[in-house]
T-cell receptor, first 112, second 108 residues
Framework: NAGVTQTPKFRVLKTGQSMTLLCAQD?????MYWYRQDPGMGLRLIHYSVGEGTTAKGEVPDGYNVSRLKKQNFLLGLESAAPSQTSVYFCASSRLTNTEAFFGQGTRLTVV | LAKTTQPISMDSYEGQEVNITCSHN???????ITWYQQFPSQGPRFIIQGYKTKVTNEVASLFIPADRKSSTLSLPRVSLSDTAVYYC?????????FGAGTRLTVKP
């Protein structure tokens, strides 16, 4: 099993450009999460989803949108990228809210 | 939502036992305590989870007292490869929020 796969692994954007990060999980998990991690910091929750067709805001949702049209995929969109969104983005999934979460390998995004 | 509180950093030496304490005064009845480990440039990895008393697996033990307002992750006989950031999370809500974590440095 692949577990949680993030696409792409690296990306450089110009300010104002848009892009979508894809997270795919093959474990039939209900819960999926998007985080960002800045250098030397912990992970901050951007958005999360408790099931197909549902999404909710986390700690730092501004500037990001998400969609969960299929249970296995959770998309994170940046409509107009800003340098402050330069970060490493991690996706995770879990079967339930209290169960072990599995993380992807991360996407390193640089906005110039 | 209240996160947990952990020491920012800890140092240890190879072969020693390391105990990292986490404070979660506002823990809810249905919250579990979960610990994750993160190496540089990698996503966090699950270590252990518990609700109360003691839980042990092949890599760590987790001690949670009766009042559940704190918990202690115990790593027996650490090695250099245990150098990482360790996060304590209280679960039960739909979202899963990380604190700053504890940066453990194991020295030779």
């Amino acid at each position: 099993n692949a577990g949680v796969t993030q696409t792409p692994k690296f990306r450089v954007l110009k300010t104002g450009q848009s892009m979508t990060l894809l997270c795919a999980q093959d474990m039939n998990h209900e819960y999926m999460y998007w985080y960002r991690q800045d250098p030397g910091m912990g992970l901050r929750l951007i958005h999360y989803s408790v099931g197909e067709g549902t999404t909710a805001k986390g700690e730092v949702p501004d500037g990001y949108n998400v969609s969960r049209l299929k249970k296995q995929n959770f998309l994170l969109g940046l409509e107009s990228a800003a340098p402050s969104q330069t970060s490493v983005y991690f996706c995770a999934s879990s079967r339930l809210t209290n169960t072990e979460a599995f993380f992807g390998q991360g996407t390193r995004l640089t906005v110039v | 939502l209240a996160k947990t509180t952990q020491p920012i950093s800890m140092d240890s030496y190879e072969g020693q036992e390391v105990n990292i304490t986490c404070s979660h005064n506002n823990i809810a009845t249905n919250d579990y305590i979960t610990w994750y480990q993160q190496f540089p440039s990698q996503g966090p990895r699950f270590i252990i989870q518990g609700y109360k008393t003691k839980v042990t697996n092949e890599v760590a033990s987790l001690f949670i007292p009766a009042d559940r307002k704190s918990s202690t992750l115990s790593l027996p006989r650490v090695s250099l490869s245990d150098t990482a950031v360790y996060y304590c999370l209280r679960g039960g809500n739909n979202d899963m929020r990380f604190g700053a974590g504890t940066r453990l440095t194991v020295k030779p």
